[in-house]
């Protein structure tokens, strides 16, 4: 009987390290989304086709996602929405090795890759289309990387804030939109 209750206390110390580790690892990871851009905060899986449909993307080449979180803005737009290749940014560990998990579990580590690396890294001169759900100051930063490398004709879909700047870029604003709660914004790069 003593055997079992030193067993039980043994599984139960190495479950309670476990959990208190993984808490610690995704507490780590939402300073770390916060302090780049953007909390890590999904966007309800029902919304984000209706973006997409929003972003007019379909058969639309490379769509990159700047702070891709969990990746399921990149999953939908590969399964659902043709693009030849979906490309995510997410510096945060937590949602990068989640989004890890879920490509590799629907079988789409083909079509989509993420880089565990701060979006600012990005090289977006491939990009037909960008989405982005990220603070304006965030977006901010990226201003001079969107007027470098974008080419002509690129989109930037960004959710629930504008891009304060765009005369700045040379894009033209397509259509804005409200999708649930959240305002949408298309541009595209002339």
Known sequence: MEIIRILFLFFFVV??????SFAVFVLASGFISQAKGAPYVPLPKKSIKNILKF???????????????????????????????????????????????LIRYQNLKEKIDIFKEDFQNSDLREADSVFLYL???AVKKLIPKFKEELAFGSRIISA???????????????KTGKIDRFNLFLYEKI
Not at 67 to 85: Q, T
Not at 160 to 174: A, C, H, V, W, Y
């Open 15 to 20: 479950f309670e390290i476990a959990f208190l």
């Open 55 to 101: 972003a007019e993307i379909e058969n639309g080449g490379d769509f990159y996602d700047l702070g891709s979180g969990d990746g399921r803005v990149l999953i939908e737009a590969v399964k659902n929405f043709r693009v030849k290749r979906a490309v995510g940014y997410e510096i945060s560990p937590w949602p990068y090795w989640k989004s890890r998990f």
């Open 160 to 174: 629930s804030f504008p891009i304060d700047e765009s005369g700045k870029l040379d894009l033209k604003l397509i």
């Open 135 to 137: 603070y304006p100051e």
